[in-house]
């Protein structure tokens, strides 16, 4: 038996608390959520039964005294509860984007963050207004300080756990400021709060996600302690700007989740008819997406720690893809399925929920377009990087995932990755140092055939990216259409890295097939730029899918066992 | 609708395909308001009539056809229905699915898939156990005597004409939540501008508007194409309505995901508009060799719309299924999105007849959880 890759074992010992999702007797079962979702209800039974394992200590860093070592590991917990139900994952998860802020203020407002959250106070983040939406410059709700606290005014709408919520994170502008400079980010615990500063406005009826508590926040000089503000004055916006890069690689757990349950659901809906010609091109398509998305979000994830200067860009990265080729690997396995995924029968109905629930993630911390925008703004960077190629063995501890990363420190997260990303810097090297390899050992040919295609796609890229002006206010669609190719080249370099840095570990089964030859890193690459996949490589990927689901494992690159495989 | 005679055509008497492009455009009114609404239509009128026009028996038409045209309504179920003779009678037994209507239906009309070549029967619909579904329902079948039946044609005409005929009228459906969305992106603004005038917001705004008008011109193509065109035509129609509606919604932004508000509609549209690939375009049974490249689907769009210089039909067509398509360039977003507002500000339909509209269109309310229900 490999040893499991690290954050797999707190997963595990979720999966054995919270028990087989297919047994309506447990608290997490697949039926209370569609009960739940149906009648519009919040999942609170099942968040209290996360709370008794311990989840909200998840959403503390263990330096602040929680549990979270690296956001590897949370990202991988997010997704297992996701897997389950994405309005529970929201619902609970929520705390973690509510609490993030306070990570980047200093050890008062740390520990009182995360006291709340450790309690299992619920914490809501107020970035949103009604009127501006993603536009946070733009935002009115004030903060003004008076008789030496700080008076909240403003209204705050489309907020997860608004109402639900015991303390909000709200992003406000100080009274009569102008510019980026002008914003605070202030807690306001509603238990401090005097009556009639503050109402909750009605839940909001979704499309998905029906039970989560989607509503706002007005405040009315609500006072708020001094000590409730997160940083100096002023410094709100780029506290929010660097939280976003946590949070929005976050959001890539609960696509992982979300995409693993609608292929486990169209593996048994299919059942003997899975392994038809067009059901398994169909199905193995959908696993090597959600493989790739496993591998980049990954990647991101361990990039928080390791390179945090580069998470500005690679966060937006993960945050457009994820979501995006989750939502794309929904809609094919629903056209796979025809209308056997409207039937009416418990696997369509879940089906049907978590497409409709998987809608709202590319929505969170900014959508797909806003992601892309942060991406075009740092493309000069990132063509001038090209020229600064990175020796493989320095960057190989991105991707090594059997390595432990460093804590977090949220003080050396930037604004943009000036130095531009690892990860491409690095791919010359990486691809130099498997073509060496596939000189001695030819079963290696292939994927170092995939490796020399990426770092073409990755130069091409970056001629392409030089060539462009920079970019005026109103971004032209060429500058967009770089940015997604950037996204795309930077998730293959990121399984190139990744096979090259992890093969031969611990956590990698030794009669994986999927590793010997590289065959997933040429199925992912062929899902993410078009390259050529052969039959081989879908050989071993399909044995390793029908094997997972099977054995009720979890739909990854390493072994990690469900629940409904049995715990034991 | 069938006050105005729109169903005639499919009806005793009727002069058939000939009058569906007029039976399509007639269906687009009710989808602009109501997508839902249109949707039942599938499987309460559209596709028992055409498969009784389309079997092989005169009883069954005439029995389809009386209970239609007097104003009740068919449940039709598509798969998973046997028969077997007992007692002296042909019945019907295992879970038909879906029963597009099944909820109201007191008539109902099956294929029958259960050896050799497949034909429909028609049975009397009240009484069988119904399971509610998200878009459909299922209905369990146990010996239920067939009244009369009749073969039906092979290659599965019946689901790709009325495919087409239903994706055709969606077109109207998928116009009005351009609509709602090109107001939204005149009237809101970000980052100092209006969301109309970001490129990346017109891009995706002009190429719905080009999507709309090829879409259109592949349902007329489809409903009067010998099959196998028609049903490639139809494939190609429910992936351009679908793909718009993505853009669309991602222009809307959060707003797209709230059931309640002054954008409502269009998620009214989109609910109901989600089963539109599966019951219309499922491409096993619309293209059951291979998709054709994108020129020949382009080539089944007949007369293709007037588009301008740098977006073509082809172009349109080539990645029906990519996870994003490109914004169009502003050369060619531009002139189109003059066009658009034109049509908006004058009142007129989007699709390739401009025709007044009732630019106050009520919207549909929230349905609770009717998901696109179509009964």
New interface residues.
Partial sequence: MPERYPPFTDLERLESHLGDPHDERVVFSHAACVRLDAAEEFPGDICAHLDRWGVPAYYVPAECGGALRTLEHGLHLLRAIARRDLTVAIGHGKTFLGAVSAWFGGPEIQELVARWVLAGVPVSWGLTERAHGSDLLAGEVTVEETDGALRLTGEKWLINNATRGGVTAVLARVHGREGPRAFDVVYADKAGLAPGTFRTLPKERTLGIRGADISGIAYTGAPVPEGNRVGEPGTGLETVLRALQLTRTMCAGLSLGGGEHALRLAMSMLGPRAGEPEARARLLDAYADHLAAEVVATVAARCAHLAPAELSVVSAAVKYLVPLRTDALIRRLGDLLGMAAWDGGPEAVRFDKVARDHRIVDLFDGNRVVNLYAIVNQLPLLAAACARPVEWPQAAGLAALDRPCPALAPGRLRLVAARGVTVLRALPGAAERLREMAARRPELRPLAEVAAEVLARARSLCERTAALKPAPALVPVEHFEAAESFAAVFAAAAAVEVWLATHGSKPVAADDPRWAGGAWVRMVVHRLLGTPCDEPAREAMWTALTAQHREGMLLSLFPCRLAEGGMG | MRAAGSLAAWMPGGAGPPQSVEYMRALRPLFRRDSAAGMSLLGAVVRPAVAARMAAGQEVFDEVGAHVTGGAECAYA??GVTAEARDGRIRLYGRG??VLNGARGSLLVAVVRSAGAPWLAVADGTGTPR????????VDLDGVPVRVRAPLPGADPPYVVSGALIAGGAVGGVDDALRTVLRFALSR?????TVA????AR?LLAGAYADLLIADALARAAVTADAPGAGAATWAATRLLTGILRDL??LL??R??????PYAGF?AH??AL??L???CG???RCTPGAIPPAAELAALAGHPPPLPPGVSVVSRLSHL????R?????DAADPLLRDLTARLESGVSLDLDPTPVDTHTPIPP?RG?D?GDMS
Avoid: K
Wanted: charged share 30%.
């Fill in positions: 598509d798969e699915v879906p399971t509610r579904g998200i878009g459909c329902d299922a603004e970000l980052y100092g501008t005038r970001l490129p990346h891009g919604a991602t932004g959060a797209f995901y709230l059931r309640e508000g998620g989109w609910r989600r089963a690939r599966a019951a499922d491409p096993r299924d990519a996870e994003v490109t914004p169009l360039a502003p929230d959880d998901q």
